[in-house]
């Protein structure tokens, strides 16, 4: 695009945001003037309002088309892909499972023969799934009082050394993926706020998040809710009222299942000699012991304060590696990513 296109590119857009100030300040006046008139003013007030935003979106639509905004976007392309390669990073993390079953119950087929299908209106709503557990009154009721003991009975979770296994590194995943989620929000904060003032003040205050899309980063799922549920539901014979124990296993409450199956392993008879459980705690402490830094590559939060650190076994817990301090290292998350199931 030569010099003078861009002159009138730019042009362009300083005319439609003088427009728009234009319009502000018309805006202002219209009210003060309707509002002596009296009736009209609530009119008045909404045709503005209607012009202001129709012109507001012929700005954004050619602000985002023109080349200041791609050149922009251009000079942090690199530091977008990073946050993007991140946050699938943290999608993966999130989707970690606690499932291990100690018994194959097999396979059947299950189909409604009746005449006329009917169902109970309830009973339609019902979906069956496997973290749903259909129960009778008293049990409903006894899983919210002891929430992992009814879990690991009759979700058929065995108390073994390969279980704890699974939900630490499952607990060790989801912490990761939260932490992750901060630090990436912090990343992207911090790179719009190095383009802020290029960008118009109107589409980085009130627009912000469509500026986020139109500058290529992903969406982050921040809300949605990805810890496994477990479900206790009972549905009187009537079909009239039903009653639900949802036990969630979101950071804090596998934090007590790790403690609660390790106690149930009883470390004291076991092998594990210094077996060490995968809690908040020793995640901090190996990552201080390691100085905040990528054991493989190098990198630490000094020179990138947002960088995501994991916690990764040297051996495998695959290959036979165990859960000690001595075993465990922090690992940045590219790093930890690469190495699978490797020894390093
Ligand atoms: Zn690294």
Known sequence: MSQEQIETEGCFLRFIMAALHTIAVLFVVVWLCSSLVGLCSLIAIVLTVIIYIFFFSIFEFFYY???AFLA??????KNIEKCNLLNKHIEDLKSASVKIKSTDFGMSDYRDESVYNYTRPELKKLQYDEHVYDCSLSVCKNAQQQPFKYLCKYFDFEISEEFLNNIESALNDFSAAEQGKVLLIQERNRIINSIKEKVPFLLVKFRQNKLIQKLGFKFIGFNDPYFPKYSFRYVSPGCNSSMVCDIVLDIPNLEKLVHYVAKGIDYKN????QRVLMTTS???KIKQRDHYTCQHCGLSINQEPNLLLEIDHIIPLSKGGMTTEDNLQTLC???NRHKGNKIY
């Open 65 to 67: 088309r023109s080349k």
């Open 72 to 77: 922009i976007k251009h000079s942090i392309d």
């Open 270 to 273: 076991g092998i594990q000699g």
């Open 282 to 284: 020793l995640r901090e």
């Open 333 to 335: 998350w590219k790093c």
